[in-house]
């Protein structure tokens, strides 16, 4: 498993469907990543690391905005 992956699905709260979602990433992709068969693009960890830098109530907004079912 993804450590990575593991940690900012506690941080933002939301499953591996959702955070795939959040991420703008195929959640077929994204279970790749997850279970170790693929390996995580430099693009996408840094976006993780950009998210979970965001004060709560931004992540909060746009997880509403871009997660469907949130709003």
Do not use: C
């Not at 469907?17 to 068969?37: D, H, K, P, W």
Request: charged share 15%; no cysteine; proline share 4%.
């Amino acid at each position: 498993m993804n450590q990575v992956l593991l940690k900012f699905e506690t941080h933002i709260q939301l499953g591996p469907t959702y955070a795939a979602e959040l991420l703008g990433i195929a959640y077929s992709t994204y279970a790749q990543v997850r279970n170790g068969s693929r390996t995580m693009q430099a693009y996408t960890g840094r976006h993780i690391q950009a998210l979970q830098l965001l004060p709560p109530d931004s992540l909060a907004q746009l997880i509403k905005e871009h997660v469907r079912g949130r709003s």
